[in-house]
């Protein structure tokens, strides 16, 4: 009796221990605060679109170093590993396209932040001279209104 009392202990802690694990595993692929509708992106606040893009980052693969401070960062919202890389991210919710000063400002933050890679991350669409930067930059990603949803929807479906 205490023989099959032990083994369904045994029994009973693996099951535990499997559905527990499955469950970190779950919610680290699919982080709730990814699913949002195009609607509710736009009317996000500064720090909304910050944690909002965390949580599709989190989704993407993307381990969260640090969350910095929401003023005076130094030019990133969001520190950033992925592949062994360090990656300073700015995040722009606005109205109207991101221009060069939020790439300078990523750049900037790169070093700061000792990073490999930057990437700025917006709702809107990037000029033409905003890209140009970020092209001759060769170092910044550029992840706009597109990009986004796509990303979103690859976090949202793991």
């Keep these: 009796m205490q023989k099959e009392n032990i ?5 009973i802690f693996l099951v535990a221990y499997l559905f527990c694990h499955w469950l970190l595993k779950v919610f680290c692929l699919k982080p709730k605060d990814a699913d949002r509708s195009l609607e509710q992106i736009d009317a996000m606040t500064g720090i909304e679109f910050e944690q909002f893009s965390a949580a599709v980052l989190r989704g993407c693969g993307f ?3 640090e969350m910095t401070k929401t003023s005076g960062d130094y030019g990133a ?6 592949q062994e890389k360090r990656i300073a991210v700015q995040c722009k919710r606005y109205q109207f396209p991101v221009g060069v000063k939020a790439i300078q400002e990523v750049i900037s933050a790169m070093k700061h932040y000792e990073c490999e890679e930057a990437m700025v991350i ?3 669409y990037f000029t033409k001279q905003a890209i140009t ?8 990603i550029l992840w706009d ?3 986004l949803i796509e990303m979103r929807d690859q976090a949202v479906k793991k």
């Design 77 to 82: 919202d969001i520190i950033v590993s992925f």
């Design 145 to 147: 209104r597109n990009k």
């Design 7 to 11: 083994i369904l202990g045994i029994l």
């Design 63 to 65: 381990v969260i170093e």
């Design 122 to 124: 917006t709702n809107n």
């Design 133 to 140: 930067l970020a092209e001759d930059n060769e170092v910044v």
